[in-house]
């Protein structure tokens, strides 16, 4: 099994700065997918950004996050983070850190066999 947990949240004005983190631990994959989800109250979880390191380091991010946010991470210690610049109230949500351990870096949930608990974040206005 793999345990994802998240950590980073919080509360944030507009046009303030949060980074969130996940450490993966249990079962290694030869390659693997990290990615970011958000799930607002009343809303479905959608895609953040999500990153491979196999084959080089490949990243993909959702329209409304390219050039706030950033994910990276370190390969060797299973982690990942997302940097968030430039946040707006709308990025208010709870974050999810999901692992999939195949190759494509898939923007749908459904694709993704691992979840983290979920950290909050707040953006007021």
């Known amino acids: 099994q793999v345990q994802l947990v998240g950590s980073g949240g919080g509360l944030v004005q507009a046009g303030g700065s949060l980074r969130l983190s996940c450490a993966a631990s249990g079962r290694t994959f030869s390659m693997y997918v990290m990615g970011w989800f958000r799930q607002a109250p009343g809303k479905e979880r959608e895609f953040v950004a999500a990153?491979?390191?196999?084959?080089?380091?490949?990243?993909n991010y959702a329209d409304s996050v390219k050039g706030r946010f950033s994910i990276s991470g370190d390969n060797a210690k299973n982690t990942v983070y997302l940097q968030m610049n430039s946040l707006k109230p709308e990025d208010t949500a709870v974050y999810y850190c999901a692992l999939d351990p195949r190759w494509f870096v898939s923007n749908s949930p459904g694709q993704y066999r691992y979840w983290g608990q979920g950290t909050q974040v707040t953006v007021s206005s």
């Open positions: 990153i491979r390191w196999s084959g080089g380091t490949t990243t």
